[in-house]
């Protein structure tokens, strides 16, 4: 007797992909695998909840891959290397780690020789990209099944097909829609969809409890975080940390509006205080150690890393020449941040570092110069001007 064909389907236990499970099995006839992939995002309650719900589903084989470290290590510190904040605001919080997430279950997929891989996304969106274009890269011989997307399926018309399958669940929508991680946490609404209105409080998954002023203390070894407040921890140890000290006071609330990569423009939500507290702080950090040119080229080569990690690109091999060359730029990149916290802002206070190229013999900005002379100045400035006073004594109008 022939086996039914396997489909691996990312599955986060909501009505999307609720719906996708009883489509593949009751009418496609494929062996449903599902598959949650915590990014840091998912606690133990959270994880036995989603068993539960693919159970309900009659779904037996459900697994939850924890990428956790791995999205620290290949991704995050990557982005906090290269301070990226996609448009000057984002620091990439859902769409970093949808690519983390598609990778585990393409890995996944070929482990268990499935025959397809399946998601809930809907066609108005990054995600369906984001899945496809990794699915298409590490799997490419699976088929990549849709039914949300393809089906062009109505909230009403899901509910009834799962009603119609036994399937009765309170599926009223959420008035708001939260996408947590180790990142941080996106928060859309009808707000978001406009070009005007802000988040109200209730929006928030976080509420400010702490409007009292505290001061932090971040150290950092060669880039990464490694201590806070003195207490040595694993870089992904030190996000959480953070994150628990300085989210109650409102702290990295934003709303960010980009381009997606389907050509629309679009608007999300976003609370990350410890992933914007981070990006900061290691940023003065490096203005102290690092040099002109490094701190230029930095910029422009991170800015690029965040562009093609929210379209996707991950994969592509220019995005392990950018970390290499990020990497390299972190040797010196090792100190302590002061950062004091108020009610929904940071103040970046100073730095100390053994590299700090501010406390140098050779002169203090504004103040005395040790290492050259007036003469010496003279000399210098007057060659610098060259290029330009031949420009302006050859082709001036005047």
């Known amino acids: 007797m022939k086996k039914n064909k396997k489909v691996v389907l990312a599955f986060s236990g909501g009505l999307d992909t609720s719906y996708c ?19 840091g995002g998912f606690d133990e309650a959270e ?11 009659g779904i037996e084989d459900h697994i939850c891959i924890d990428v956790e470290q791995e999205f620290y290590q290949k991704g995050i510190k990557y982005l906090l290397f290269g301070n990226v904040l996609k448009n000057h605001t984002y620091p990439l919080s859902v769409s970093a780690e949808r690519v983390f997430q598609a990778v585990a279950i393409a890995e996944y997929a070929k482990k268990i020789g499935a025959d397809a891989i399946a998601h809930g996304s809907t066609g108005a969106g990054n995600d369906q990209v984001r899945f496809d274009l990794i699915f298409n890269v590490l799997a490419p011989e699976m088929e990549i099944i849709t039914p949300i997307r393809d089906m062009k399926l109505s909230r009403e018309e899901e509910v009834e097909f799962l009603k119609s399958h036994g399937v009765e669940k309170e599926w009223a929508k959420a008035k708001y829609s939260i996408n947590k991680g180790l990142w941080g946490t996106s928060v ?3 707000e978001t969809l406009t070009s005007y209105q802000s988040l109200p409080e209730e929006a928030w998954p976080t509420k400010i409890v702490n409007r009292d002023g505290l001061m932090v203390e971040i150290g950092f070894e060669h880039g990464e975080p490694t201590s806070i407040n003195g207490e040595r921890l694993t870089p992904v140890q030190a996000i959480k940390k953070l994150q628990e000290i300085a989210q109650p006071y409102g702290i990295g609330r934003d709303i960010h509006v980009g381009d997606t990569i389907i050509g629309i423009k679009g608007r999300v939500g976003f609370e990350a205080a ?8 290691h940023q003065l950090l490096e203005k102290h150690v690092l040099g002109k040119w490094q701190l230029y080229w930095k910029d422009q080569l991170g800015e690029w890393y965040g562009m093609l990690m929210h379209e996707g690109q991950f994969l592509d091999p220019v995005m392990r020449d950018i970390e290499a060359f990020l990497e390299n730029t972190q040797q010196k990149v090792t100190g302590k941040v002061f950062v004091k916290l108020e009610p929904k802002r940071f103040e970046l206070i100073g730095i100390e570092s053994e590299f700090d190229l501010m406390q140098s013999k050779h002169g203090q900005y504004g103040e005395m110069n040790q290492g050259w002379s007036g003469e010496d100045v003279k000399g210098f400035t007057k060659i610098l001007a060259n290029a330009t006073l031949i420009q302006q004594s050859v082709q001036s109008n005047d």
Do not use: R, S
């Open 21 to 39: 499970a009883i489509h593949l099995a009751k009418e496609k006839g494929y062996e449903v695998f599902t598959a949650a992939v915590n990014t």
């Open 47 to 57: 994880q036995q909840a989603l068993v539960q719900k693919a159970a309900d589903l």
């Open 188 to 190: 859309g609404g009808a």
């Open 274 to 281: 410890a992933p914007m507290i981070l990006i900061k702080a």
